[in-house]
């Protein structure tokens, strides 16, 4: 497998589904869950196609809802590999929503997320790097490193509390 740096856009994705009765909540609006299954799932989509390996989500740094997205209108995600490591990839997540009897189209939320590239065993295993080219992709891409930061420590912060919280009550499962 060739590890040649790629070009972001080589792993757009995007994704658009209309929103339906089952998909909402009792506001008549898309599920906040509904929406982060349809994140996850256009990010690993964008990330398998960066690393042409199976992938894993290690993190979703933050699922910004901005906008509420209405039933009947249509969700449009927008993914790519805007930045990766050794063996992670940074996705970012644009989520439109349209209105399809006006046109009218709203930002309706922004995500990070970090996936890792796995082999046979599940074994991390490395990725190319990313060639960003547009404005918007090198912007991404050079705050990318930052980001990365602050989710190894968001991280090492989380070990930590789980270490503290354990398995003991008085939690109930």
């Not at 972001?8 to 599920?31: C, I, M, Q, W, Y």
């Not at 349809?38 to 992938?55: C, E, F, L, P, S």
């Not at 490395?126 to 090198?138: G, H, L, N, Q, R």
Request: net charge positive; with cysteine.
């Amino acid at each position: 497998m060739s590890l040649t740096p790629k070009k972001a856009n080589e792993s757009r994705t995007v994704k658009s589904s209309h929103v339906l009765p089952p998909d909402t909540n009792n506001h008549g609006t898309l599920f906040g869950g509904k929406l982060m299954a349809h994140i996850d799932d256009v990010a690993a989509i964008a990330a398998t196609r960066h690393a042409r390996k199976n992938v894993v989500t290690a993190s979703s740094d933050s699922v910004d809802f901005l906008h509420p997205i209405k039933e009947g209108y249509s969700v449009c995600l927008d993914a790519f590999v805007s930045w990766s490591h050794r063996t992670s990839m940074e996705i970012v997540v644009r989520v439109i929503s349209e209105n399809l009897l006006t046109g009218e189209r709203q930002l309706c939320a922004l995500s990070f997320l970090t996936f890792v590239a796995v082999d046979e065993d599940g074994s991390p295993t490395p990725v190319p790097a990313v060639i960003p080219e547009t404005d918007e992709e090198k912007r991404l891409f050079d705050g990318a490193p930052k980001r990365a930061e602050r989710r190894r420590k968001r991280r090492e912060e989380s070990k930590q509390l789980a270490q503290r919280f354990g398995t003991q009550k008085p939690w109930e499962c």
